[in-house]
């Protein structure tokens, strides 16, 4: 029986370190030496990776979980432990030794623990992207020579995008459009394209127009709208234009629909200008930097791992990590806009989608407490039906309410907008909208009029019977769903720590709130119980354990004196406390099953 105990307890705690689907993690690779490197990569979990990266290569990795790089400098073996969704270049130092270089992409704790993604990185499928490609009435040669001409073009961009990124073009269909000859205007004539051509049946409508034969100077030659729009648009014939530069112009255009935005780097295919004759130099092969590599890596996870066919669609980590990468790409390049042009887009997109998802689930909890305080208390004599929820009722109810509104949300965001609108819902302090990094979500969601109608009418939602193990709960959930379990475990420790500076103390029962609500977060991520099963039947003793028997309103002293630092045994045993009886609650018995699986 403790042996048993002592497996339960382990996996109970890599749920609550990571309540989640998967960590999904990119590590890049780069050789800027003039020499072929071996080295060896060994994820925490998974098989090691034998790596040989030729002079000027690029090798995107995908891991679960961080990992560790092995290799030799002038026989001294190295080995260092690699962050997550982050890239690095092996260089030479001053004395010729071999020494690996992390590049600075605003990193943080939130980017180093990784993403939260369905499956494992070894088994995960290529991502295949159906592609349809269209010429227009302009294009000179037959179609069994255009068409030849083409696949083969698209064939090798494929190959380039599939060595970077594990993203695969399937050309699905063929077909011609109409141009308009007078346009000379090349976005007029992509509006133009998007409006004659639909992708159907493919993801992806590839267009090449033969209008604007004669081409001076340095002009458009090739664009598309973003990350993952349904066009691209490609000026087909130009003058002294060779195969070679034509490639390079379409694996640049399917860079930015993966997300690659403009490169510093001069051999970089995201290079801002072509053109300059590179493509036709001898041994020059179309390739990406590593910063780009990595933002196609994270974009073609989520490709292979969820099948988005949005970039709105994205999660929450895959976003907040792309975000962190442009804003230190822009500097690099400060007469470019094109990483600016790629924050704008992100924020537009989690605009449309996430934010406006987590108001209504913070509108539908409001409209449930506005109507809750309108019924007749309980009590009340002249009361002949439906009365006043208070206490862990009232916190059942307006559960209900929102998993009720939030199921009917599209799937990418349904899960996120309910913990993110719980959070903010029945809270009712400063903690989440003073945050320097959350407060801004925040605020999108809920101006502060409007969280003053909520205040005024939310009433004191609990949980087994008290107001704070409500708010640790929900707001804990609520920062697993935005930064991870890791941050959310963290930030409860070092708010209950700094309380035992304070006048309410050090509780364990608070931990046991913050812990519940972390679970409830990742089986609600993991679909290990749905929305409809929490809108149909949420009850607080089903999720959150019994905690009047734990040690609480320590002081700093009494803490230390009683229970020790955070890895004194004593300390651990309280936590372990708490964790068999999580493990004793019927939904995260299921989060067990899941995590051994």
């Known amino acids: 029986m403790r042996a048993t105990l002592q497996i339960l307890l382990l996996v109970f705690a890599a749920i609550v370190l990571s309540a989640r689907q998967a960590a999904a993690d990119v590590i890049v690779l780069a050789n800027r030496t003039p020499v072929t490197i071996q080295a060896q990569?060994?994820?925490?979990?998974?098989?090691?990776?034998?790596?040989?990266?030729?002079?000027?290569?690029?090798?995107?990795?995908?891991?679960?979980?961080?990992?560790?790089?092995?290799?030799?400098?002038?026989?001294?073996?190295?080995?260092?432990?690699?962050?997550?969704?982050?890239?690095?270049?092996?260089?030479?130092?001053?004395?010729?030794?071999?020494?690996?270089?992390?590049?600075?992409?605003?990193?943080?704790?939130?980017?180093?623990?990784?993403?939260?993604?369905?499956?494992?990185?070894?088994?995960?499928?290529?991502?295949?992207i159906p592609v349809k490609i269209l010429v227009d009435e302009e294009e000179p040669a037959r179609r069994p020579f255009w068409e030849r001409r083409l696949r083969e073009r698209v064939a090798a961009a494929s190959a380039v995008l599939e060595k970077h990124c594990r993203v695969q073009l399937k050309i699905v269909a063929v077909d011609t459009w109409d141009s308009d000859d007078a346009m000379n205007d090349f976005f007029a004539s992509l509006a133009e394209f998007e409006r004659e051509a639909k992708p159907f049946p493919a993801q992806l409508a590839i267009g090449f127009t033969s209008q604007y034969q004669i081409v001076t100077g340095r002009v458009h030659m090739a664009g598309t709208r973003g990350t993952l729009h349904s066009?691209?648009?490609?000026?087909?014939?130009?003058?002294?234009?060779?195969?070679?530069?034509?490639?390079?112009?379409?694996?640049?255009?399917?860079?930015?629909?993966?997300?690659?935005?403009?490169?510093?780097e001069r051999d970089s295919v995201m290079r801002p200008v072509l053109g300059d004759r590179q493509a036709v130099r001898k041994g020059f092969h179309v390739h990406f930097d590593p910063v780009n590599t990595l933002v196609m890596s994270l974009v073609?996870?989520?490709?292979?791992?969820?099948?988005?066919?949005?970039?709105?669609?994205?999660?929450?980590?895959?976003?907040?990590?792309?975000?962190?990468?442009?804003?230190?790409?822009?500097?690099?390049?400060?007469?470019?806009?094109?990483?600016?042009?790629?924050?704008?887009?992100?924020?537009?997109?989690?605009?449309?989608?996430?934010?406006?998802?987590?108001?209504?689930?913070?509108?539908?909890?409001?409209?449930?407490?506005?109507?809750?305080?309108?019924?007749?208390?309980?009590?009340?004599?002249?009361?002949?039906?439906?009365?006043?929820?208070?206490?862990?009722?009232?916190?059942?109810?307006?559960?209900?309410?929102?998993?009720g509104i939030a199921r009917f949300l599209p799937e990418s965001i349904a899960a996120n907008s309910f913990l993110l609108g719980l959070g903010i819902a029945l809270d009712d302090s400063n903690l989440l909208r003073d945050n320097s990094k959350f407060g801004g979500f925040i605020r999108l969601v809920e101006p502060d009029q409007e969280r003053a109608l909520r205040l005024a009418s939310l009433g004191a939602p609990t949980m087994l019977g008290r107001r704070d193990l409500a708010q640790h709960f929900f707001v804990s959930a609520h920062l697993a769903a935005i930064a991870g379990t890791r941050v959310a475990s963290t930030m409860g420790?070092?708010?209950?720590?700094?309380?035992?500076?304070?006048?309410?103390?050090?509780?364990?029962?608070?931990?046991?709130?913050?812990?519940?609500?972390?679970?409830?977060?990742g089986g609600v991520l993991n679909k290990q119980f749905s929305l409809v099963e929490v809108a149909d039947g949420f009850r607080v003793p089903v999720y959150m354990p019994p905690v009047a028997d734990l040690p609480e309103g320590l002081t700093a002293a009494q803490l230390t004196s009683q229970f020790g630092a955070q890895s004194d045994s004593r300390f651990q045993q309280q936590l372990q406390r708490i964790d068999q009886r999580l493990l004793q609650l019927p939904p995260y018995r299921e989060a067990k099953i899941t995590a051994e699986r």
């Open 231 to 264: 066009h691209i648009l490609v000026r087909e014939w130009a003058r002294q234009m060779s195969e070679p530069e034509r490639l390079e112009l379409l694996v640049h255009e399917l860079g930015h629909f993966l997300g690659a935005s403009h490169s510093p």
């Open 41 to 128: 990569l060994k994820p925490a979990a998974g098989m090691a990776q034998n790596v040989t990266l030729p002079p000027g290569d690029v090798e995107p990795l995908f891991v679960d979980g961080r990992a560790y790089v092995l290799f030799n400098a002038k026989r001294e073996p190295k080995r260092y432990l690699l962050d997550a969704n982050s890239a690095y270049f092996f260089g030479q130092t001053s004395d010729g030794r071999l020494d690996l270089q992390k590049i600075g992409l605003g990193d943080d704790q939130s980017s180093a623990e990784g993403r939260t993604l369905p499956g494992r990185a070894a088994t995960a499928p290529m991502a295949v």
């Open 493 to 521: 420790m070092a708010k209950e720590l700094s309380d035992a500076n304070g006048h309410s103390g050090f509780s364990y029962a608070d931990l046991a709130a913050n812990r519940a609500g972390i679970l409830f977060a």
């Open 300 to 403: 073609g996870e989520e490709l292979r791992r969820r099948r988005i066919q949005q970039a709105s669609e994205m999660s929450a980590g895959t976003m907040r990590r792309l975000r962190q990468v442009y804003q230190a790409m822009s500097p690099t390049m400060p007469q470019d806009p094109s990483a600016n042009q790629f924050v704008q887009r992100l924020d537009v997109s989690t605009a449309a989608t996430l934010v406006l998802g987590t108001k209504q689930v913070v509108a539908q909890v409001v409209r449930s407490a506005q109507s809750n305080l309108g019924l007749p208390a309980a009590g009340d004599a002249s009361a002949h039906g439906e009365t006043r929820r208070e206490g862990d009722a009232l916190t059942e109810h307006l559960v209900r309410q929102a998993a």
